[in-house]
């Protein structure tokens, strides 16, 4: 069956300090994957999609950035983190294109607290 | 362009009572809604999907092109039910990321 893994669960960071969050998907190949943030009062934004290795769409410009090293990992990175960047990230992911379900399945998600 | 909107960022009913989470939509092409929730401590999760036309839960949920809703219906909600619930809209197709817009959410409190 299919995992989706992210890590670490909790994460304070002082302003400035560079970021780097993980997500990995198990049991399933080509996977499309997507980051989003939830935001306490604004629901949930998407900020990163990929379809393949190496493959990034930015939905919203921002500070953070977004990588994809593996057919099934996914990385959210910032150089220099802002107050802003406090949230909750969720990563998710869904079968390729030509999967009949549209259906998106997310991690655990990360709490960053940016001070 | 795409847009979900969900009116009502908290809704409290007591236990027993039905409940109406609205959902309405924006798009011009063929839509594929969904609705997901969020439990206390829990991942965020598929509760249904409108070609599925199932109840889940005893939640139920139909999509009116006419009023471009989605509206989550339960009659008798339960404390159990209490959660963040999420509307999303998907495009079934010329959807390369097959991307979901997802409504702002709307809190559901059951009290006892």
């Known amino acids: 069956s299919q995992t989706i893994h992210q890590w670490p669960a909790t994460l304070v960071q002082p302003v400035g300090s560079p970021l780097s969050l993980e997500c990995t998907v198990e049991g399933t190949s080509n996977p499309n994957l997507y980051w989003y943030r939830q935001a306490a009062g604004r629901g949930l934004q998407l900020l990163f999609y990929?379809?393949?290795?190496?493959?990034i769409s930015s939905e919203v410009p921002q500070n953070l950035s977004a990588s994809r090293p593996q057919d099934r990992q996914f990385i959210l990175s910032s150089k220099k983190l802002l107050l802003s960047d406090s949230g909750f990230y969720l990563c998710?992911?869904?079968?390729?294109?030509?999967?009949?379900?549209?259906?998106?399945?997310f991690g655990p998600g990360t709490r960053l607290t940016v001070l | 362009a795409q847009r979900v909107t969900q009116p009502e960022k908290l809704l409290s009913v007591f236990k027993g009572a039905p409940v109406e989470l609205k959902c309405n939509y924006s798009y011009s092409g063929s839509p594929e809604l969904f609705w997901y929730v969020q439990y206390s401590r829990q991942r965020l999760q598929l509760l249904l999907r409108h070609i599925s036309r199932e109840s889940i839960k005893g939640f139920t949920a139909d999509l009116n092109k006419g009023e471009t809703s989605f509206h989550l219906k339960k009659p008798f909600a339960q404390e159990e039910d209490s959660a963040m619930y999420y509307c999303?809209?998907?495009?079934?197709?010329?959807?390369?990321?097959?991307?979901?817009?997802f409504g702002g959410g709307t809190r559901l409190m059951v009290k006892p």
């Open positions: 990929s379809v393949g290795i190496g493959q």
């Open positions: 999303a809209l998907g495009p079934r197709y010329n959807n390369a990321g097959n991307m979901l817009t």
């Open positions: 998710a992911w869904r079968g390729p294109r030509d999967d009949p379900y549209n259906e998106q399945f």
